[in-house]
Nanobody
């Protein structure tokens, strides 16, 4: 079973920056679009950002577009999510996902998921 592994989640304060990393298996995922989603307790899974297999296309949720940046390093087999000016309402478990079809913003288009990394934002 292919495995995605998120890391970088921790407790931060409002306004802080944080970078999440998603490591994916090598060659098999080179052509996959990658995405980040988040889910807070009692809330639905929410799209955050996505990047195409070659990094040429990125998509963001409206709420994060000016503050978050998604990128990928295919040499290191990682996808990064740089999050700036974090808000308390963005505390959630952040999940990395892979889609072998075209880049998407909907969870059901992503076939592989990681276990998540917890981000806590104190006010």
């Amino acid at each position: 079973q292919a495995r995605l592994t998120e890391s970088g989640g921790r407790l931060v304060q409002t306004g802080d920056s944080l970078r999440l990393t998603c490591a994916y298996p090598g060659r098999a995922f080179t052509l996959a679009a990658m995405g980040w989603f988040r889910q807070a307790p009692g809330k639905e899974l929410e799209f955050v950002a996505a990047i195409s297999w070659d990094g040429s296309v990125t998509k963001y949720a409206d709420s994060v577009e000016d503050r978050f940046t998604i990128s990928r390093n295919s040499d290191k087999n990682i996808v990064l999510l740089q999050m700036n000016s974090l808000k308390p309402e963005e505390a959630a478990t952040y999940y990395c996902a892979a889609a072998f079809a075209e880049i998407s913003t909907t969870p059901d288009k992503f076939e592989y998921w990681g276990q998540g990394t917890q981000v806590t934002v104190s006010s």
